[in-house]
């Protein structure tokens, strides 16, 4: 199975011999160590990649592939390190190459790439997150000298959080307003709203702040102590005009401003830009949870509690509670592996032929998944954690600092809830359009069959407890789906009463849990779609018996757990009973080919370190365990 789900093996072997060879970079107890000493594991660590040879500048803006694949390695090895090459190469870099022109790319890449200019990605201000359209921070043209003069016109407007910036960086990508003279020369100022300014920071040689420039340190966090986030103030801070970063707009000696945009679209294509992001942090978000998995399911195998009383204890995973948890999960594991996969194929499509359409796909796929799969895997880590009992609890099992680390996946690069909402306002876009006739690209196709799919479902169908038919793709794909298109339609049509009262913004807001589930439910039928074709494709019989087993379990355990399908008697009450049955059948079936479903995610025991979770430990569970807690094992 790992040969199936690993295209990029030898990328993924590499660099887990590099870290083998620096075992100093793999603590056994990421909490034990002070936040300088993290930070330190974090510049060590990224330096170990580098000096292998690899470029994650070129991967990121080249073969975007290995960049993903990168972060998803990573993420198990250390996830502030993972952060941190997501803050210089997607965040830093990937706005420079991305927002910037040709001779920026040119004049930076190098650098960039060689961490000789390590660098931020200032969008955030203290009081302005996710509504960036709302951010303070100035950058006025001076037209004499011909410089823009950057300023924080109060505290609100402090940049805030910025990853790389209270110790590291030289330089940043600033999110400022652009204010140039108005043309008719009344002395006015006119406002184009945010746009993105190379800013130095830090003196080349001496690493002193540069004029003008204030940083502290955000200190410690929840989690990824490892980032040095810091608060940045500019004060008449002043960089050569060029700096503006020019793609989506041009601003002439003078101050004549043009873009080939309208604002709201110039706005939608600079943000449009930093997709490369999310899809990096669902690849990590992704590597988390495997490897959470591993831990959970491995231990699960192993562990033994309580047993007839004529017999022999047996092994927690074998109680049906544990299975109903664990197997589940791995089943939306695999569904999010091939998902992600899926996304990143798109992605790369979308660099390739630069198709607005796919743009367009690629964004609102990628926002949804980011906040599908961050969501799901913060949840997923705390039920890992307590599968495993006491013992989940010792930090040298990992899941404290994973859970701490990887809860910010929710927030950051978008929050989780206004991301969702991106998805649902396309899916209301895709829904008016196929009245008007217009094309309709292919990951929307279903929406098409809107009318046919929220039918009220064939008496017949809805009563049919046959087990073939529950485990036809045809029923599952179609249920999944028909649960979009009926969450869909009935949105628009709320929202359509609504908007006449309370206006658009509020009749939004009224709709929002319908909203957000109407996202999920798109998500989820992604997801089922990526896994069967992940199944189809699967020559291996034995493994395609797994995967199917899993999508069908990935599948069936949204229609038992969503009302929606009993509200509108999809389902009738006795094939909601068989359906919970099968989950039961397909939980235990699974139960016994769960180790090597953990293992084809191939996450060798020096990266995953935690004792109770080796493959190396299966015979002799606890002898690990006692060694790092500094007790031999007993012979
Ligand atoms: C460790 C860390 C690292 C970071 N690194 C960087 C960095 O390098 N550069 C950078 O620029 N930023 C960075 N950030 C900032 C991060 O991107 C923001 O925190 C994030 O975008 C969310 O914004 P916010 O914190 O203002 O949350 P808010 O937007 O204030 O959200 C607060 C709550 O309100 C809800 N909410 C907000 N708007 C809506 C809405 N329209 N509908 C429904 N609910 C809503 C949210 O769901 C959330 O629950 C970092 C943050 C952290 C914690």
């Known amino acids: 199975m ?53 470029s994650p500048m070129f991967f990121f803006n080249t073969d975007f592939k290995k960049y993903f694949y990168l972060a998803e390695l990573l993420s198990m090895i250390d996830l502030s390190t993972t952060v941190k090459l997501g803050v210089q190469y997607s965040l830093w870099g990937g706005s420079v190459m991305n927002l910037g022109t040709e001779r920026h790319r040119k004049q930076y890449f190098e650098d960039i790439d060689k961490l000789r200019l390590p660098g931020c990605f200032a969008m955030t201000e203290l009081r302005h997150g996710s509504n960036v359209a709302a951010l303070q921070t100035e950058a006025v043209l001076d037209v004499a000298t011909d410089e823009w003069v950057i300023n924080t016109p109060d505290d609100g407007a402090l ?55 204030d940083i502290r340190d955000c200190g410690y966090k929840v989690g990824l102590n490892g980032i040095d986030n810091g608060m940045l103030r500019f004060t008449n801070v002043r960089v050569a005009r060029e700096n503006l970063l020019d793609r989506f707009a041009t601003v002439e000696r003078g101050g004549k401003y043009s873009s080939p945009f309208t604002a709201s679209k110039r706005f939608a294509a600079t943000l449009g830009e930093l997709t490369g992001g999310r899809v990096g942090l669902t690849t990590a978000s992704v590597g988390v949870l495997k490897g959470a998995l591993t831990i959970a399911v491995r231990y699960g195998a192993q562990r033994q509690q309580f047993g007839p009383p004529d017999g022999s204890e047996i092994a927690v995973l074998d109680y049906q509670s544990q299975q109903q948890k664990l197997m589940p999960m791995l089943a939306t594991c695999y569904a999010l592996h091939f998902t992600k996969n899926f996304l990143i194929e798109q992605y790369v499509e979308m660099k390739r032929t630069k198709d607005e359409e796919l743009v367009a796909d690629v964004h609102s796929l990628s926002a949804g998944l980011k906040a599908y799969t961050t969501g799901y895997t913060a949840s997923a880590l705390s039920i890992c954690r307590e599968c495993c009992g006491g013992h989940g609890y010792a930090a040298v099992n990992r899941f404290g600092a994973l859970r701490s680390d990887h809860d910010i996946f929710q927030t950051f690069e978008g929050d989780n809830t206004v991301l969702l909402q991106q998805v649902a306002a396309m899916l209301l876009k895709r829904y008016k359009e196929q009245f008007s006739g217009a094309p309709i690209s292919a990951t929307y196709n279903y929406l098409r069959q809107w009318a046919a799919d929220t039918l009220p479902p064939n008496p017949l169908v809805s009563h049919e407890t046959d087990m073939r038919h529950l485990r036809d793709p045809a029923f599952l794909v179609r249920s999944l789906r028909y649960r979009t298109a009926r969450l869909l339609h009935t949105a628009a049509l709320r929202l359509r009463k609504h908007t006449r009262r309370l206006g658009s913004f509020h009749a939004w807001n009224k709709c929002l849990p319908h909203l957000l589930a109407l996202s999920r439910a798109h998500i989820e039928s992604v997801m089922l779609d990526c896994f069967l074709e992940g199944v189809n494709k699967c020559v291996d019989a034995e493994c395609r018996k797994a995967l199917k087993a899993m999508a069908d379990l990935f599948a069936l355990q949204r229609i038992q757990s969503d009302i929606i399908f009993r509200n509108d008697d999809y389902v009738a009450p006795e094939k909601q009973k068989a359906i919970q049955r099968l989950i039961e059948i397909l939980c235990s079936e699974l139960r016994s080919v769960a180790v090597p479903l953990v293992d084809a995610f191939s996450i060798p025991d020096h990266i995953l370190r935690a004792p109770i979770g080796l493959a190396s430990g299966q015979s002799d569970p606890y002898s690990a365990y006692l060694q790092s807690m500094g007790y031999a094992a007993s012979a």
């Open 2 to 54: 790992e040969h199936y789900l690993d295209d990029l093996r030898s990328l993924k072997l590499e660099v887990y011999e590099l870290f083998r060879q620096h075992p100093d970079l793999l603590p056994p107890v990421l909490e034990a160590l002070t936040k300088e000493q993290q930070r330190d594991l974090v510049r060590k660590c990224m330096h170990c990649i580098l000096d292998a040879g690899y």
């Open 159 to 213: 940049k805030w959080w910025i990853g790389n910036a209270a110790e590291d960086g030289k330089m940043g990508t600033v999110f400022a307003r652009l204010k140039v003279p108005a043309p008719d020369g009344s002395g006015a100022v006119d406002d184009h709203g945010v746009h993105a300014f190379i800013v130095p920071l830090r003196d080349m040689a001496s690493h002193e702040l540069l004029p003008g420039v």
